[in-house]
DNA sequence: ACTTGTCATGTTGTACGATGAGCATACATC
DNA sequence: GATGTATGCTCATCGTACAACATGACAAGT
């Protein structure tokens, strides 16, 4: 019998890469953050100072001071020179997060996928009713860029983007742009599966099947027709998703 | 002819809250913020030193890493003591954020009502194709919690929004389940703007039509007609954000 | 009585020096 | 080639000092 073989050292589990320690900056900050979404430091509050921390928690100024900024960047905690750092009030307001981890599967690829839809077709009927000339003309500019790049044999997911940004500018409404933005952080995934699972004459048959729904979507925010727009926009997104939510079931059966 | 009457800090636009000025760890935040957005430091890419960047910005190291440590409070840096500090390999993935400041301007209250409707909208969309008994049981109780509370003289507020949850439950999909909780934080300043225009008979009216309303998009749900949940869901919010837009109109002609 | 000015004290913001800890690389040894 | 050691670099923490801001108390003026 071979010791080697029945060391506990050279099983897989204990050969993972080694987690960093966690310092004390990073202690402090969830000791005050447990405090304040526990609600025993109230929206308004005023945290106790440096010098007060700095005894309880037995750290020095320095890593107080980084808690506190890290914890000001989270927008949980403000700071007045002079004053104190206080809770903020609208401190139960964060932010709304997809995690990225669950974008490797397909079912959670169309459940952001269906929150898109909503959004993209409330942008779609806006920008029916408030698109100015040249912003119709820069959705008519992205639409040619599409055209030119399946031309190429490209796949343009660039463009495509760029149409649906336009759509959401000529909403007049920031929160649309930073929406779409928001969401082009996790629009690479479907790309690349989309990729994965088409044969080039059918993915360019694809694409200019998408090209044409583009082009129903423009028409209808062109001529001012917000209901058609949001029609002609729901049935492009909802034919994505079909088709990833096939994809989804077939992975399933596997 | 009164001096004090000329005096331009006598106008109401002087007297307002002074904005404290920014210090200098956010401007630090702010440009590695930037350069790592706009893509110049790239995922995974190494930051300068604490040195290096100290000369360049001419400020104190302690400047430095308190913008360092509220970086990686938002996730955008990771360090490694002895190694340096790294930009986040998932950078680009970052949370979506509604600024409370902006929720001071009934334009801006608009704007992200605007964007609640395309959930929304799409939501009841979804919620009428998968809704389970149990569900639509829970909206109809929802819808009977309401009618109680206006009959006793109150606006509603919870059981309003009770309502609108359980048609994101019914959804199956968590991801509208969390941007409607997300939302749920800017809901109260609408509600408290509905409090202060309306008159007691004037407001249990407005409630009882919103009511009306939410009987018909509970309708369509229960019968499992998607397109008139659609419709229904999109009158309902229309409304609400007819009023607000009218406000802020008004507003601004002040 | 009310308003303005001054001062003392407290608190955050910034800067700097020092030491320790962790990491990567270079070099020596086997 | 593998292992051990030394060295230099960089982050983490601690401590001191001064600047800037804010608040409250008290005095002086009207």
Redesign the pocket.
Known sequence: MDERESSPLVTLDALRP?T????????VVDRLQAEITGGNLKPGS???????M?AAM??????I??A??AL?AEGLVL???????FVAPDVLQRPFRIDPETMGSLGEIVHVMELRTGVEVEAAGLAAERASAPEKKRMEHALKAIDRSIKRGEQAVDQDFAFHFAIAEATHNPQFIRFLEFLGSFIIPRQSVRAAHTEPAGQRSYLETIQGEHDRIFAAIRDGKPGDARIAMHAHLMRSRERYSRLAAELARR
Chains 1, 2 share one sequence.
């Open positions: 080694v960093p320690p966690r310092n004390l900056t990073r202690e005023r945290l106790p100072t440096e010098q007060a700095m037995g750290v020095s100024r320095t890593v001071r980084e506190v900024a000001r700071t007045r020179q002079g004053v104190g750092a």
